[in-house]
């Protein structure tokens, strides 16, 4: 059996390529070939981690036909306000992003927003205008390019690992056209309401029964039998004891104090603005505590955040905070974005053990609080405005649909004021089951369970749908 995996970006090459995913495939019998659009560099850092790929093939760059893209958005916001009658919840619309720049971008968003708006009210138009954007990127250079490849490696089936990518609709499409079954994940927790499906697929591989449900909801027009829940690999890593570090060794790389509780404060990308605010506050009240008792703080920033935001931070409060900055790489100095940055395997090692060694993790909403709950370890999540007149009142984050996962679940703890910090934290330390003490039913309720077998599950999967008639 044959298969393309169409890797968009350095994202997912940690998920997929540096999991046992591959590997797994390859011992029930696939040929493994990849079509991308990441570096030289993040190439040659893959075949370093396996030798099961055969081959890699580039996608060239190529500029979205100007009716496609205005089709494109169209559908998104039609999508968007949809899924906000649907699931009764105002705040998905945050995910259309208003900030656009240029007189061209701007022109865009209005146009798609008002014929959005009338697209919304006839569900079919939307499949019909879907369809359209299907056959305009059928009929590209780069697709007649890409079936060149595509014809000669005679795939049995075409696997997307970035449901939003548009650099999978020329492959996506031709494959279809030809009678190649095509599947998809759903990289992430909260992917589904926010309306970025490209393409459509035979087949689509979500992380829980949760997220099968409101995928059918959303796309009533997928049969619920092509939906197939298989979980992440991206949490395995966990239960590999080859990526795990003596804690002496690990903390002694990095400055840290064996003998100190250890705070880990993970921040987000640039979209988040007060991070720098948030950490300051951590510094200054987890400064006022005892020496004695007081932790340390373990700080790891978002990979993709080259701002310099935290300097003047971590500058002042040095004897107090320590970074262990994700290894990510580009291949050349320039403007960072999601394809020029890959993950080392490296950075493995440094997740793993931040996660490992820590006692708690402190953030506004992040992910990590997951990778915690996976070792069952607490988190605690920000939840006040550090600024008056908030640009992102934390009220409205903690509406988006992915956090009504926890329901009625003590699934984090919840910081509500500056000067509640210290207290939680120690007690976060101090009697770890009593902060966010349900947040291993809540992992049950995001990913499928036994975590350390989703790699397998999706190829078993994979190999189903290749054998289906």
């Known amino acids: 059996m044959r298969i393309i995996l169409i890797i968009p970006d350095g994202v997912v090459v940690r998920n997929y390529l540096y999991s046992d995913f591959v590997s797994k495939l390859t011992q029930k019998g696939f040929e493994i070939y990849v079509f991308h659009q990441i570096p030289n560099a993040a190439i040659a850092e893959i075949k370093s981690v396996t030798q099961d790929i055969k081959e890699f093939n580039f996608i060239a760059y190529f500029t979205e036909p100007f009716i496609a893209r205005i089709i494109r958005e169209i559908v998104v916001y039609a999508r968007l306000l949809i899924n906000i009658r649907k699931l009764e919840n105002k705040s998905i619309l945050y995910f259309w992003n208003r900030n656009q720049k240029g007189f061209k971008r701007k022109f865009l968003l209005n146009l798609s927003e008002f014929l959005g708006f009338f697209v919304s009210k006839s569900y079919n138009l ?10 305009l990127m059928l009929n590209t250079n780069v697709a007649k390019q890409l079936s ?3 014809n000669r490696i005679k795939p049995d089936i ?11 609709a020329p492959i996506i499409n031709y494959a279809k056209s030809k009678g190649i079954k095509t599947a998809t994940v759903i990289y992430s927790w909260d992917n589904v309401p926010k309306a970025r499906l490209i393409s459509s697929y035979d087949n689509y591989f979500v992380w829980s029964e949760l997220m099968k449900n409101e995928l059918n909801l959303l796309y009533p027009e997928i049969n619920k039998n092509q939906i197939k829940v298989v979980g992440t690999p991206q949490f395995e890593f966990y239960f590999d004891k080859k990526l795990h570090q003596a804690k002496a060794e690990f903390f002694n790389k990095y400055n ?5 509780k250890t705070i880990c404060f ?10 720098p605010n948030y950490l300051e506050d951590l510094c200054e009240e987890i400064s006022k505590v005892d020496s004695v008792v007081r932790p340390q703080i373990l700080f790891r920033i978002n990979p993709f955040d080259k701002s310099g935001r935290f300097n003047t931070i971590l500058e002042k409060y040095k004897k107090l905070v320590f970074v262990v900055n994700p290894d990510w790489r580009t291949e050349s100095e320039g403007d960072v974005n999601f394809i020029n940055i890959f993950p080392s395997y490296n950075d493995l090692y440094l997740l793993v053990n931040t996660v490992l060694h820590s006692d708690v993790v402190v953030n506004l909403g992040s992910t990590m609080a997951h990778d915690f709950a996976v070792l069952n370890k607490p988190g605690l999540y920000f939840n006040y405005d550090p600024e008056l007149n908030s640009k992102l009142p934390v009220k409205e984050v903690y509406k988006f649909q992915h956090f009504r996962s926890m329901n009625t679940l003590e699934a984090v703890g919840w910081i509500d004021n500056k000067f509640e910090i210290a207290v939680k934290i120690i007690k976060a330390i101090q ?3 009593q902060i966010g003490k349900d947040r291993t039913q809540w992992m049950e309720i995001i990913v499928e369970h036994p975590l350390n077998e ?4 999706l190829v078993i999967e994979l190999e189903k749908a290749c054998t289906s008639v």
């Open 266 to 275: 993970s921040s987000n990308d640039s979209s988040s603005p007060y991070d």
């Open 431 to 433: 009697e770890p089951n």
């Open 148 to 150: 060149i490849e595509i």
């Open 454 to 457: 989703n790699s397998m599950k």
């Open 158 to 168: 075409v696997l997307n690992l970035h449901q939003r990518s548009i650099i999978n």
């Open 256 to 260: 840290l104090d064996v003998n100190k």
């Open 126 to 135: 939307i499949l019909f205008l879907e369809k359209k954007y299907d056959n």
